[in-house]
């Protein structure tokens, strides 16, 4: 891909309760205000909307040739390995013309695990 | 609670794939390693061992008195809105003499979705 990739997607679970997308708003909007010459989007593996092959034929249509999803998972399981895999594959046949990353899980990015484990001490309290 | 709490217990869903429990066993191995003087355990809520009643009783057992649990869920949903405060009544009551204190899910700390934020703008690339 790219150095600059155009079309961003925020890939998250979903749930019932309304208020469960906010975290993913929020990391979206932070995103779009950095970037606001890309096309980013959040995008549900259920229960929310919208799922992700809409929101990639959404970004397809505009006429972005590169997406990369981006899956807002703590960790690697199922849903990662086998559901997230499948989906994807589906929107590549949909979409030769466009290529589609998918990055690893939010917990495998070591800054990530810095900023949870700092956010776990300041509240804890320091060591000793 | 203290402003040093010494039972820190990181409490996430679980997983069929053993493989899922990476990430947090890496978090609470950079907590432990910052606090040598508490106690910190992980804790899930399916699936994976211990569950978080087994993790909280022997906390409890080792004569700790303050117990934080910091959900390591992206955001609140279901299990943390109704399970989660279930299971933490069910311990007080079993512990009366400990304080156990829930913290908000991951999502609700604007460091890690900075982190987040940061993250997917290394890799698709600033901005214009």
Redesign the interface.
Known sequence: L????QG?V?F??G???P??????E??RD??RA?????RVELAFLELMQPALPEAVNAIAASGVREI?V?P???????HL?KDLPVIVEGLRNAHPQVRIGI?P?????P???????????D??????
């Open positions: 790219s150095a600059k990739v961003i925020l998250a679970h749930a019932r309760d208020a469960w997308a906010r975290p993913f929020a990391i932070l995103v950095a970037r606001p010459d890309a990369l981006f807002l998972f703590m960790a690697q399981g199922g390995k990055e899980a939010v917990g495998e990015v800054e990530v695990l810095d900023a949870i484990s700092a956010w776990i001490l509240t804890a309290g320091p060591g000793p």
